[in-house]
């Protein structure tokens, strides 16, 4: 069974810094991974995604994410925060044959960015 | 373009009354179609998904339930509501056979007292 991983619950940054949030999955199969971004009352938007190819993946905001396979693991980064990051973030692994994708997500982690 | 809605927004209900959320997909055909519930700190948990209409998978045993009458319609129901019921809900759609990319609506926040 897929399992997803976000160590960190609350991750407190400062305006302008940089900033990693960690995620781990586990899986037996080829996988595909995801980042999510939900801000207050809101849905869930996809931040970038990883089907194959580069291995660092970019997405909307200024957001990247690096798979690493042998050490299961797909961390976002931002090089330089807004206060507009401000928001939680999930983790989420895809698989599955046939029609269905089976989704599993992490319990996400919440940025704050301090002014 | 695909769109996806869900109401209502908000619905604060007592216990033991009855519960319909619904959702529509627009702009595409044959979806996959989920349910997920979102508490605080718990992440999302996934309730029912659909592959197909009339077709409802159950991921958690619970009293609430799922249809879906047509093929980009997808209902969230109950006869009676918990306080345990309280939370985020979220409807979902993916490419049916691809990525597993998910298409969230804006959520509908339920209150049970």
């Known amino acids: 069974a897929q399992s997803v991983t976000q160590l960190d619950s609350q991750v407190p940054v400062f305006e302008e810094a940089p900033v990693e949030l960690r995620c781990n999955y586990s899986?037996?199969?080829?996988?595909?991974l995801f980042w999510y971004v939900q801000y207050p009352n809101q849905g869930l938007q996809l931040l970038l995604k990883?089907?194959?190819?580069?291995?660092l993946v970019k997405g909307i905001n200024g957001f990247e994410a690096e798979f690493n396979k042998s050490q299961t693991s797909f961390h976002l980064r931002k090089p330089s925060v807004h206060i507009s990051d401000t928001a939680e973030y999930f983790c989420?692994?895809?698989?599955?044959?046939?029609?269905?994708?089976?989704?599993?997500f992490g319990i996400g982690t919440k940025l704050q960015v301090i002014p | 373009s695909q769109t996806i809605h869900q109401w209502p927004a908000t619905l604060v209900q007592p216990v033991g009354s009855p519960l319909s959320l619904e959702c529509t997909v627009e702009?595409?055909?044959?979806?996959?179609l989920y349910w997920y519930r979102q508490a605080a700190g718990r992440g999302l948990q996934l309730l029912f998904y659909?592959?197909?209409?009339?077709?409802i998978s159950s991921e958690v045993p619970q009293n609430l339930s799922a249809s879906r009458p047509q093929d980009r319609q997808f209902i969230l129901s109950s006869k009676k509501l918990l306080l345990s019921d309280s939370g985020f809900y979220l409807c979902?759609?993916?490419?049916?056979?691809?990525?597993?990319?998910?298409?969230f609506g804006e959520g509908s926040r339920l209150t049970v007292l």
């Open positions: 979902a759609w993916s490419v049916t056979g691809g990525s597993g990319e998910l298409f």
């Open positions: 899986s037996s199969v080829s996988v595909y």
């Open positions: 990883y089907l194959s190819g580069s291995t």
């Open positions: 989420a692994v895809s698989e599955g044959s046939g029609g269905y994708q089976k989704v599993t």
């Open positions: 702009g595409t055909s044959n979806p996959n």
């Open positions: 659909s592959v197909g209409i009339g077709q």
